[in-house]
């Protein structure tokens, strides 16, 4: 049995980008949540849960919509990179993105709030800065669950589906994702390539869950 | 000095009623004290002067520095106000030593200076010897006593404490006190207190807010206000108080003196001697105030009103008696011992401890 580890390995390098930007937008998006309110603020939280309840292909479709070589952003992108965005890896990344942001951003800013207020407060009444009340005092105080909530993130970005189908496509030692793989493999009648990929798969997802509990229950010493 | 108009409307939601902070605070004193049940916007004062919260009107003034001016829509910030702001529960922050804590405080100080300076103020409140423990390890008095030292090593322009002895027993609390007595003689800086307790008013304050539903109902000296409350809110709210209606019987303006029949709770009615009231006449209703302590309760007496004893509560240096008509009495030591005439107690109502409420 010849296995393409290919569709691993860019699973994993789609995982670890999407992971990383989720985590940066999600660490600014979680404090300014946690500690502002300005208007529009819940219709805004709305539009960010939005697709963890939406079906993949109708978020596929609106970015194909969104992204794709007849829109604006479709246009600029190729204009910048010189190619399009549809149906190459990075696409993959953005539907990977779209997938798992979503969660981060929701249990960051759950992480965020948890810090009780009067911490920030004194901080900022001690005189220091809004950064330092973020890198010093909120984010110390967070970053056990904010960590987990990343690995949660990394291991629901490895098992999209529809929304890379739809923008990325399934093309074999491009676009093709490990999900996209199994579904190939399952459909070709390689049985064998599809148990393993699934197990492989299983146990990334397994161990990053375990890590995700773990991280979840270290917190801080908290005093009075 | 503070000079603080506040004014701030909470609209009402679902689970409250609409909520106004309307306080005027004017003081020189070294430390002020804001006294006052739960809900009466005292942390809501604190955290206007802090600027955690903004106003919808008025202007805060600490010493020179303009804080808040609705009028010029200045509102500098939390960091520019420097307010050194004392929480309920300790926010010393838990995931660094104490001696981190107070090195975030001076971080705008060379290195060496806050090396110095850290140290210095460690000492000064007793913590040499804490300074490399995380604030769950520390006992609820170093807790304490680290805020307020972090809080001063940030240079603050004023120190704001929101019932800083809370959660802490009696010695501790009387340590916490002569801290701040230190402070407010090492520190040239205002002292603004928030209690509910009305032995810490008394203890630290040298001026006194009474706060109430949002409103300042009463100031001035906290031993004035023990003395005469302004009105039968404030009464209540020293609580250790009797109001009663009277009705002048009759009165003798060269003797200083009068007869009133008076009615207390569930009707219970008695005679006794009063003052003078100047600008009443015979017949006039009166509300009047008189302190637990001020009452005399004796076995046999020739003056006084005659009471049924109700119930006796021992407390550490009184006994609390408390008579028909829910008259309260503070006794000290075991001054109800030896009988009584039918169970009856005289008790005394010294005319010149009588108060005229509003």
Redesign the interface.
């Known amino acids: 049995m010849g296995i393409d580890w290919f569709p691993l390995w860019l699973s994993l390098r789609v995982a670890a980008l999407s992971t990383l930007i989720s985590l940066l937008a999600g660490l600014w998006l979680a404090w300014l949540f946690a500690s502002r309110t300005f208007r529009g603020k819940n219709v805004l939280e709305a539009c960010i849960t939005l697709p963890l309840v939406l079906p993949p292909t109708v978020l596929g479709y609106y970015l194909l919509i969104l992204l794709g070589r007849q829109s604006q952003l479709g246009k600029v992108y190729e204009w910048i990179f010189g190619q399009p965005l549809v149906f190459t890896w990075q696409a993959a990344v953005v539907a990977a993105l779209l997938h798992s942001a979503p969660l981060l951003i929701k249990f960051s800013t759950a992480a965020m709030e948890s810090v009780p207020r009067r911490y920030p407060k004194a901080a900022r009444s001690l005189g220091a800065s809004e950064w330092k009340v973020f890198w010093r005092v909120s984010l110390p105080l967070a970053w056990s669950q904010i960590l987990a909530a990343t690995a949660l993130a990394f291991a629901r970005s490895l098992g999209d589906f529809g929304i890379t189908i739809m923008l990325a496509g399934n093309i074999p030692g491009r676009t093709q994702t490990v999900s996209v793989a199994i579904y190939d493999a399952v459909e070709g009648g390689r049985g064998d390539v599809a148990r393993v990929l699934v197990l492989v798969i299983s146990a990334i997802a397994l161990v990053s869950l375990t890590l995700a509990n773990r991280l979840g229950r270290l917190s801080v010493g908290k005093a009075g | 000095m503070i000079d603080a108009r506040i004014r701030r409307t909470f609209p009402s939601r679902h689970d409250s009623a609409e909520f106004t902070l309307d306080v005027h605070l004017r003081t020189a004193a070294r430390i002020a004290v804001l006294f006052g049940p739960s809900g009466a916007g005292k942390s809501l004062t604190l955290e206007s002067i802090?600027?955690?919260t903004t106003p919808d009107d008025g202007r805060i003034l600490v010493d020179d520095v303009l804080f808040f001016d609705a009028a010029s829509k200045l509102s500098l910030?939390?960091?520019q106000?420097?307010?050194?702001?004392v929480?309920q529960?300790?926010?010393?922050?838990?995931?660094m030593t104490l001696r981190d804590n107070l090195s975030?405080?001076a971080?705008?100080m060379p290195r060496l200076e806050r090396r110095r300076a850290v140290g210095a103020m460690l000492e000064q409140f007793h913590l040499q010897d804490v300074g490399g423990r995380?604030?769950?390890e520390?006992s609820?008095g170093q807790?304490q006593r680290g805020s307020i030292a972090?809080?001063l090593?940030?240079s603050?322009r004023i120190l704001l404490l929101d019932e800083p002895s809370s959660?802490l027993d009696a010695p501790l609390r009387e340590e916490l006190y002569a801290v701040l007595d230190e402070v407010r003689v090492a520190f040239q800086i205002p002292i603004l207190l928030v209690t509910h307790d009305l032995d810490e008013a008394m203890q630290l304050g040298e001026e006194m807010y009474v706060l109430h539903s949002g409103r300042v109902v009463q100031h001035g000296a906290p031993g004035d206000i023990l003395d005469h409350p302004a009105t039968e809110e404030v009464a209540a709210l020293l609580g250790r108080f009797n109001v009663f209606d009277a009705e002048i019987l009759t009165m003798d303006p060269a003797g200083n003196c009068s007869r009133l029949h008076c009615t207390a709770a569930s009707g219970f009615a008695f005679e006794l001697d009063g003052p003078y009231f100047p600008g009443h006449m015979l017949g006039s209703k009166l509300r009047l105030g008189i302190r637990a302590d001020a009452l005399r309760v004796t076995a046999y007496s020739a003056h006084g009103a005659a009471m049924r004893l109700k119930k006796l509560g021992r407390r550490t240096q009184t006994v609390r008696a408390e008579f028909e008509g829910g008259i309260v009495a503070e006794i000290p030591g075991s001054g109800l011992e030896g009988g009584a005439h039918n169970g009856e107690w005289m008790v005394r109502f010294p005319p010149e401890a009588l108060r005229l409420l509003k």
Do not use: C, N, V
Not at chain 2, 89 to 95: D, E, N, Q, T
């Open positions: 802090a600027g955690f910030s939390p960091q106000r420097r307010g050194g702001y929480f529960s300790s926010a010393l922050f838990p995931h975030f405080a971080g705008s995380s604030p769950a520390l609820g807790r972090r809080s090593l940030s603050p959660g």
